[in-house]
């Protein structure tokens, strides 16, 4: 059964229902393919967010009681739920975020992926047990639900970063209230009704859309026992001294400068069909794309040449197309970003080997071809800043050490890759270099659910990361030292008392 969703004006979810009230704030969305309003959103303040961590915190205390394999259960369901709805949650990510369909549906299947971590609940939360630690004593463990927790997520994944929340924070016994992006609102209420449908008791999972206003709203609640954040690094930062100061747990995961070193002896073309996969795929918006390719030696030429060849080529349209490698950027603010950076890169002395700005325009989309720059400097904006767009620059090293050098003097550290064809050389640095995920010969080294995920340095900040990590995040551990000395029939006393002390 498929769930009608409208982009004509997207709720809150509160309670276990739409909300939206007749009057007040709205939202536009915009097809960035297109540029065109598609639809609208409700907008939230204060009021808002607090009737839905009341609505959260009524239905809390029950969820946190229903034992873990009917939590499961429930997770279970919303699985297979998601599953048979992929194409129509494609197609909702494309239309409000611009990425390709292709791309929506791998989202969605690392979101599957997220919850089936989620199903090991009762494995996942079993504690300790030590007996007779004293005379009669024993001590035991074991963790709790904490409450109400909320999440504050980003554009580039409306599905993947909310359900990697959720499904750990519920699967724990937590209630949770959802902010996602105002940008791409409609996913997370489809999210929400399809958990609905399987089962889930109304008010354990709540989305409230809005700004500034909602976020802070969230974030300082006295009833919210823990925040998570995926954004950029300054506002991440921003979040979790906010959280902290208040008491919460949070994890604030925040912006990335991923770096790809390439050696002499690696497969330049396997390394060059990597370089332009993640670094322009979803038009360089997601968290883990690639954003410098540091060439060690004599790589460095050939390697820029075949990068260049491979972006030229690249498939540039609206994601809902057929064939297209890359869709357009979220917005108008966006792609002015980018082609600022690309102006700024030039004047700092870098090398523009493939200008996106030359790609024709495609309508009245937010549309920027792949962008190449040789020879950045490490002091540049290009290397320093985010650009979070489809920009890839080249910085040159001698050796691997010096390449390793340049990966850790950068302050960030979400991702970092090798490719090469020595055994050696990959485990220098996979011990030595300063990133939350390592990858030697991959593209992307996000790993799968059952670990962790989350950077170093300023790509992280707070607590535990995502997915597995998650099981620490959303609880609290317990610990229960305990004597029982009442008689025992046919015991003698001096039994009890006999022993260490």
């Keep these: 059964m498929t769930i009608d969703i409208s982009l004509d004006t997207v709720p809150h979810w509160i309670g276990g229902a739409a909300v939206a009230s007749v009057e007040g704030p709205r939202a536009e969305i915009h097809d960035p393919a297109t540029g065109r309003v598609i639809g609208t959103v409700v907008l939230g303040g204060a009021d808002a967010v607090d009737e839905a961590v009341v609505s959260a915190r009524n239905a809390a205390a029950a969820w946190a009681d229903t034992p873990g394999p009917v939590r499961a259960s429930v997770l279970h369901r919303f699985r297979v739920l998601l599953h048979e709805q992929i194409d129509d949650l494609a197609s909702i990510i494309t239309a409000e975020q611009g990425k390709t369909?292709?791309?929506?549906?791998?989202?969605?299947?690392?979101?599957?992926?997220?919850?089936?971590?989620?199903?090991?609940?009762?494995?996942?939360?079993?504690?300790?047990?030590?007996?007779?630690?004293?005379?009669?004593?024993?001590?035991?463990?074991?963790?709790?639900?904490?409450?109400?927790?909320?999440?504050?997520?980003?554009?580039?994944?409306?599905?993947?970063?909310?359900?990697?929340?959720?499904?750990?924070?519920?699967?724990?016994?937590?209630?949770?209230?959802?902010?996602?992006?105002?940008?791409?609102?409609?996913?997370?209420?489809?999210?929400?009704?399809i958990m609905s449908q399987a089962g889930l008791p109304d008010g354990v999972l709540n989305v409230v859309h809005g700004g500034v206003e909602a976020a802070e709203a969230l974030i300082d609640h006295p009833d919210v026992a823990a925040v998570s954040f995926v954004g950029s690094t300054p506002v991440a930062r921003a979040i979790y001294r906010r959280s902290a100061e208040a008491g919460k747990k949070v994890q604030a995961l925040g912006g990335a400068k991923n770096h790809l070193v390439v050696m002499p002896d690696a497969d330049l073309d396997a390394a060059a069909d990597a370089l332009v996969s993640a670094a322009y795929g979803a038009a360089g918006q997601r968290c883990m794309a690639v954003t410098v390719a540091v060439a060690v030696g004599s790589a460095a030429d050939a390697l820029v040449d075949k990068i260049a060849d491979r972006a030229r080529a690249f498939r540039v349209g609206d994601g809902a197309a057929s064939g297209i490698d890359m869709g357009p950027l979220i917005s108008a603010g966006a792609l002015d970003r980018v082609r600022a950076a690309l102006e700024r890169s030039v004047e700092q002395g870098g090398r523009l080997i493939v200008d996106g700005r030359d790609r024709p325009a495609a309508g009245d989309g937010y549309f920027i071809g792949p962008s190449l720059v040789d020879r950045v400097s490490v002091e540049s904006d290009l290397y320093r800043d985010e650009v979070f767009g489809p920009v890839l620059s080249v910085v040159r090293a001698d050796d691997l050490e010096q390449a390793l050098q340049i990966v850790n003097d950068n302050p960030y550290g979400n991702g970092a890759i090798i490719f090469t064809g020595s055994g050696t050389a990959a485990r220098r640095f996979s011990r030595g270099v300063l990133a939350g995920s390592v990858g030697i010969n991959v593209p992307i080294p996000v790993p799968i659910s059952w670990f962790g995920f989350g950077g170093w340095g300023d790509s992280r900040f707070g607590d535990d990361g995502l997915n597995y990590d998650g099981y620490r995040f959303y609880t609290r551990s317990k610990v229960v030292t305990q004597r029982w000395t009442e008689p025992t029939p046919g015991l003698a006393p001096h039994f009890v008392a006999a022993g260490r002390q």
């Design 101 to 193: 369909l292709a791309d929506a549906r791998g989202e969605l299947a690392r979101s599957i992926e997220a919850v089936d971590v989620s199903l090991s609940v009762v494995q996942q939360l079993k504690g300790e047990y030590a007996e007779q630690v004293a005379n009669g004593v024993d001590t035991y463990s074991f963790r709790q639900p904490l409450g109400v927790c909320a999440g504050i997520t980003p554009f580039n994944f409306p599905v993947m970063v909310p359900v990697s929340m959720f499904a750990a924070a519920i699967a724990c016994g937590n209630a949770f209230v959802l902010k996602p992006s105002e940008q791409v609102p409609s996913a997370s209420v489809r999210l929400a009704q």
